[in-house]
C-alpha cells in the first residue's frame, strides 16, 4: 500500500522535482560559458561578473539572465551549491571552501587545442547531470571541427596575433591551434619566441608577418591597448594583412572558437587573392 502511495506520488511530481538536477556555481570565465551552454534553467547559482563582459565572453547576453557570483570563498559558503566549477589557477580559496562544503569541485585546465573542447564539454555535462546535451554538443563541435583539417607547411603563410601590451600568441595555446587549423605558421614560434612575450612594433614591422592579427580584449584607453591603433602598424599592415580577432573567440575553449578558424581561413584566401 505504501509502496502505491509513492509511485502515485511520483508520477505526479514533475522529473526535474522527483531527481532534481544540481545546483552550480561557476567561478572562471571559461567555466561560465560552458555552464550557460549546457545547464537547465533554474540549476545556475551563479556565474562570475566577467560572463557579463562582452569584450571577453562569447554569451554575454545569456549571463544577463542569470546571478552574478563573486568568486569568494564566503560566497560560495553562503550558496551552498552542489557543484563547483572552476580552473585551475583561479580562486583556489573559494573551491576549497566548496570542497569543504562537500560540493562536487571541478578545476578545468585551459584548453590548449581544439581537440581538447568537447571532452571539457563532457566534463562539465557530466558534472551537472545533463550528458545527453553534453553529447549533442561535443558531436556537433567535433563534426564541425573535422570539416577543417590542418597540416602545417612550410610555404603557408604566417601571422602574429598580436595583444595588448605588445603580447604574442606562442606555440602550444588555444589560439595557435586556430592559426593551424586556418593554414597558418605562427610568426612567434618562427622567431624562436617558445612562450609568452612581447614583441616591439618596431620588429614587426621591420620583419613582418603575412598577416597581423589584432587580439583585442577591451576598448579602454590604455597604453596597452592604445598600441594596436598605432598609425605605424595600420600604415604597415594595411588591406589583407591585417585583421581584428576578438579576443573572445578564442579566450576559452567553445563551440563559437571554430568561428576564429572560419574567419582567419577567409583572410588566408583574401591574402591569396591580393598576391602578385
Known sequence: M???VVAGFLACVPLTQAWALPRVASLNLCTDQLLLLL?????IVGVTPLA??????????QAQHVPVLRPTAE???ASHPDVVLGGVYTAAVAMQA?????AQVIALPPARSLTDIPAQI?????AIGVPERGRQLATAFATRLASLPVGRSPTDPTAAVYAANGFVTHAGSLSDDVLAHAGFRNYATLMDHQASSRFSMELLIARPPDLLILDRSGKGTSLAQSMLDHPALEEAFAGP???????????CGLPQTLDSVVMLRTARHNLEMSAP
Open 52 to 61: 557579463r563582459d562582452c569584450w571577453n565572453a562569447v554569451l554575454c547576453e
Open 122 to 126: 563532457m566534463t562539465v555535462a557530466n
Open 75 to 77: 560566497n560560495i559558503v
Open 241 to 251: 594583412h591585417h585583421l581584428d580577432v576578438p579576443a573572445r573567440l578564442w579566450l
Open 2 to 4: 505504501v509502496e502505491a
Open 98 to 102: 566548496g570542497r569543504d562544503g562537500g
Open 39 to 43: 545547464a537547465e534553467p533554474g540549476q
